[in-house]
């Protein structure tokens, strides 16, 4: 799964948006910066309230003036004297432009916020508004401002659906983004290909990748040289292949599972990321020396892929070459020395060598590079069993993140201790004894059979269930 989550952010990574957000702020910050809009409204104003709005049309324009200039302090000065003398929108817009171009966004903001006070639908300052909650990081402010701005009869409606899309989609809000990019007319859109594009990376997130790859071929006939709009569409079935083999992989229909890999591989035969899927499917078919090549063409691709290492020491255990196993992570470890599943697969390797005392080592180690990392901690709980050493088990149980994988460990605990107090009886001759313990011990393990059953891939559970069910079985037959 790793892997898979690898492969899904270098499809966003290269997915590039190529809007930039000044695209669309053509009436704000350009040169085409609107002057005063106070002129129309003089003449339904009384005789001192007219002169007060010609006066402060006058430095509004020369405000205007400053601001074209660069000269943002001047603009600033005269759009407080305008909204000092008679406070209208475009003064505070003028005044809230200026503070944003002077970097003081939560004075724009204040500014801003006051002309939609006045007038609540002015285009120009929901425009900065959005720009400027974008650009603090308020992305819900700046949807709720584009989508006031698309609800408007305005001429750019759809760059600002755009302008919301985007800001769901990097919000992790692939649906929402999705059915707004949708409704926007391409042909009506100044920027066709940047909306396939961003539609078809949408259609990536929510795993539609038949439409994605119509959108990515989409955005390449709307504009031929847009060389990522090809790379998207053949990373996208290479994703496509990646889920229907994971699919098939929870399904267990490992050889079904390789197939799609291949597939993958064969779209895309310079990706380092569909060999690993490949090798751990044909570890779980048994064809090693299969997993193995797979592994090291990963690995040749890049030299410093850490699940590909990975992937050839698994081989070499699977297979009982644990020196060669050991070799290989022992390099990998001196590269890479809190990666927390080397430090696992040392552990196990040395296990399998009979040497129980570095395997605690290694396993400890991993479990404290990576807390979240359930399978060191129960490979110790196990070793610790087969040590007899319960209380300490019991212990290390207790790092497990999951409290019903939890409880259920410390269950098994309390089985295989039922079993060596049953058995210390039964050495000693005493079979009544025995037979109390082993009763506790096959009510807990009846108790919790489906966690029985999800541990019966586990080389040191099938280890330490051996005996009991040798003596459950001659016991109570």
Same mark, same amino acid.
């Given at each position: 799964?790793?892997?898979?989550?690898?492969?899904? !952010?270098?499809? +966003?990574?290269?997915?590039?948006?190529?809007?930039?957000?000044?695209?669309?702020?053509?009436?704000? @910050?350009?040169?085409?910066?609107? #002057?005063?809009?106070?002129?129309?409204? +003089?003449?339904?104003? &009384?005789?001192?309230?007219?002169?007060?709005?010609?006066?402060?049309?006058?430095?509004?324009?020369?405000?205007?003036?400053?601001f074209q200039k660069g000269n943002f302090e001047k603009s600033l000065e005269k759009a407080n004297l305008a909204v000092n003398t008679y406070p209208t929108a475009p003064g505070y817009y003028l005044a809230g432009v200026s503070e944003y171009k002077l970097g003081k966004n939560? &004075?724009?903001?204040?500014?801003?916020? $006051?002309?939609? &006070?006045?007038?609540?639908?002015? %285009?120009?300052? /929901?425009?900065? /508004?959005?720009?400027?909650?974008?650009?603090?990081?308020?992305?819900?402010?700046?949807?709720?401002?584009?989508?006031?701005?698309?609800?408007?009869?305005?001429? &750019? #409606?759809?760059?600002?659906?755009?302008?919301?899309?985007? +800001?769901?989609?990097?919000?992790?809000?692939? %649906?929402?983004?999705?059915?707004?990019? $949708?409704?926007?007319?391409?042909?009506?859109?100044?920027?066709?290909?940047? @909306?396939?594009?961003?539609?078809?990376?949408?259609?990536?997130? /929510?795993?539609?990748?038949?439409?994605?790859?119509?959108?990515?071929?989409?955005?390449? #006939?709307?504009?031929? %040289?847009?060389?990522?709009?090809?790379?998207?569409?053949?990373i996208t079935r290479v994703a496509s292949a990646l889920e229907n083999g994971n699919q098939a992989m929870r399904k267990k229909n490992y050889k079904e599972a390789a197939s799609h890999f291949q597939t993958a591989i064969q779209n895309d035969p310079k990706n380092p990321t569909?060999?690993?899927?490949?090798?751990?499917?044909?570890?779980?078919?048994?064809?090693?020396?299969?997993?193995?090549?797979?592994?090291?063409?990963?690995?040749? /691709?890049?030299?410093?892929?850490?699940?590909?290492?990975?992937?050839?020491?698994?081989?070499?255990? $699977?297979?009982?070459?644990?020196?060669?196993?050991?070799?290989?992570?022992?390099?990998?470890?001196?590269?890479?020395?809190?990666?927390?599943?080397?430090?696992?697969?040392?552990?196990?390797?040395? $296990?399998?060598?009979?040497?129980?005392?570095?395997?605690?080592?290694?396993?400890?180690?991993?479990?404290? @590079?990576?807390?979240?990392?359930?399978?060191? +901690?129960?490979?110790?709980?196990?070793?610790?069993?087969?040590? !007899?050493?319960?209380?300490?088990?019991?212990? %290390?149980?207790?790092?497990?993140?999951?409290?019903?994988?939890k409880k259920q460990i410390i269950s098994f605990i309390d089985v295989s201790e039922q079993i060596y107090e049953g058995d210390k009886h039964l050495r000693q001759g005493d079979t009544k004894g025995a037979k109390v313990f082993y009763e506790k011990a096959k009510k807990l393990?009846?108790?919790?059979?489906?966690?029985?059953?999800?541990?019966?891939?586990?080389?040191?559970?099938?280890?330490?269930?051996?005996?009991?069910?040798?003596?459950?079985?001659?016991?109570?037959?």
């Amino acid at each position: 799964m790793k892997g898979l989550n690898s492969m899904k !952010n270098n499809i +966003i990574s290269i997915i590039v948006l190529v809007l930039i957000w000044g695209q669309f702020t053509i009436h704000c @910050l350009s040169k085409d910066f609107r #002057k005063s809009q106070t002129q129309d409204a +003089i003449l339904e104003k &009384d005789s001192a309230t007219r002169e007060k709005l010609k006066r402060i049309s006058r430095i509004l324009n020369e405000g205007n003036s400053f601001f074209q200039k660069g000269n943002f302090e001047k603009s600033l000065e005269k759009a407080n004297l305008a909204v000092n003398t008679y406070p209208t929108a475009p003064g505070y817009y003028l005044a809230g432009v200026s503070e944003y171009k002077l970097g003081k966004n939560r &004075d724009a903001l204040v500014s801003l916020k $006051k002309g939609t &006070d006045i007038d609540p639908e002015n %285009e120009q300052i /929901l425009l900065t /508004l959005g720009i400027i909650y974008t650009a603090e990081g308020k992305n819900e402010d700046a949807i709720e401002v584009y989508g006031k701005l698309e609800s408007l009869p305005v001429k &750019d #409606k759809y760059n600002y659906s755009f302008k919301k899309a985007v +800001i769901l989609k990097n919000q992790g809000k692939f %649906e929402q983004s999705y059915e707004t990019l $949708k409704r926007i007319p391409a042909e009506e859109f100044a920027f066709p290909a940047q @909306l396939n594009m961003q539609l078809g990376d949408a259609a990536v997130q /929510l795993k539609k990748y038949e439409e994605a790859e119509i959108y990515f071929e989409e955005a390449r #006939k709307n504009n031929p %040289e847009l060389l990522s709009a090809k790379k998207s569409a053949s990373i996208t079935r290479v994703a496509s292949a990646l889920e229907n083999g994971n699919q098939a992989m929870r399904k267990k229909n490992y050889k079904e599972a390789a197939s799609h890999f291949q597939t993958a591989i064969q779209n895309d035969p310079k990706n380092p990321t569909p060999y690993i899927f490949l090798g751990n499917a044909r570890i779980l078919t048994g064809e090693y020396e299969a997993a193995l090549k797979a592994f090291e063409s990963s690995l040749a /691709l890049k030299s410093d892929y850490q699940e590909a290492i990975s992937g050839i020491a698994a081989v070499h255990y $699977k297979t009982g070459n644990y020196r060669k196993s050991v070799s290989v992570l022992e390099k990998s470890i001196s590269l890479f020395p809190n990666n927390a599943i080397y430090q696992n697969q040392m552990g196990l390797n040395m $296990k399998a060598l009979g040497e129980p005392a570095k395997a605690l080592v290694y396993f400890t180690r991993a479990r404290e @590079l990576d807390s979240a990392f359930a399978e060191p +901690i129960t490979n110790l709980v196990f070793l610790l069993i087969a040590e !007899n050493r319960y209380k300490a088990a019991r212990k %290390e149980a207790e790092f497990l993140k999951s409290e019903s994988e939890k409880k259920q460990i410390i269950s098994f605990i309390d089985v295989s201790e039922q079993i060596y107090e049953g058995d210390k009886h039964l050495r000693q001759g005493d079979t009544k004894g025995a037979k109390v313990f082993y009763e506790k011990a096959k009510k807990l393990l009846r108790r919790n059979l489906p966690f029985t059953m999800h541990l019966e891939g586990c080389i040191s559970f099938r280890e330490i269930r051996s005996l009991p069910r040798k003596i459950l079985k001659k016991l109570f037959p």
